[in-house]
Structure formats: C-alpha cells, structure tokens
C-alpha cells in the first residue's frame, strides 16, 4: 500500500516558483510512473507532468511546458515539482500519484491507483 505525501506548496506571486516534494512510503515507488496533477475550485482534476520509473521522458501538459520540471529521486522515494514563472491560473490543489498499472508516462486520472492528500498552492497576481 502506498502512501505519498505532498509538500512546498504555498502562497506565492505571480512570476515566482514553488517546489513541490512528494514522498513515497514504499521503496516500490521506484518501479512504478509518478505524475503531478491539479484540481481548481469548481473545476476537474487536470494533469500536469508525469515521469516515468526510470526518470526518463517526463511529459507535460501544454500548460506546464517551458515552465515546470517534474524529476525524481527513488534513491529518496521522492518526486518533485519545480514551478517557475506562476501564474495566477496555477492556482490549484496540487496532487502527486503513482501508477502501478500503467507504464510509461501515464497522463490520465484513471491510470493512476494511489494518490497523495494534495497541497494548495496559491498565486497572487
């Protein structure tokens, strides 16, 4: 059973960055595609990036491209979210998930079986 918890998220201005962290309770994390998405007020849950196990070929929706970098270190059982440049549309709960079904980079909700409790990150204009 994997457990993530997010963390780095936070009030910001628009411009600035934001690194989110999430942990991984299982040393099996490193076998398995890791993504970030994000869920506004009144809005569905949208993806972000994703990595693969390996750390190779990370993905990223249009949004994200040019500004953020998703990484990984499984030596720590972490992933990371570097944001840069933010916006005031970046405002979301932001949630890390593992898919142990689905290789690759998965890019879709339901390709991803465990998820992290999700961390606000705000951005002022």
């Known amino acids: 059973q994997e457990v993530l918890v997010e963390s780095g998220g936070g009030l910001v201005q628009a411009g600035g960055s934001l690194r989110l962290s999430c942990a991984a309770s299982?040393?099996?994390?490193?076998?398995?595609?890791m993504g970030w998405f994000r869920q506004a007020p009144g809005k569905e849950r949208e993806f972000v990036a994703a990595i693969s196990w390996s750390g190779s070929s990370p993905y990223y929706a249009d949004s994200a491209k040019g500004r953020f970098a998703i990484s990984r270190d499984n030596a720590k059982n972490t992933g990371y979210l570097q944001m840069n440049s933010l916006k005031p549309e970046d405002t979301a709960v932001y949630y890390c998930?593992?898919?142990?079904?689905?290789?690759?980079?998965?890019?879709?909700?339901?390709?991803?079986?465990?998820w992290g409790q999700g961390t606000q990150v705000t951005v002022s204009s």
């Open positions: 998930a593992v898919s142990t079904v689905v290789g690759g980079t998965p890019r879709n909700v339901n390709q991803y079986n465990y």
């Open positions: 299982e040393r099996t994390f490193s076998r398995y595609a």
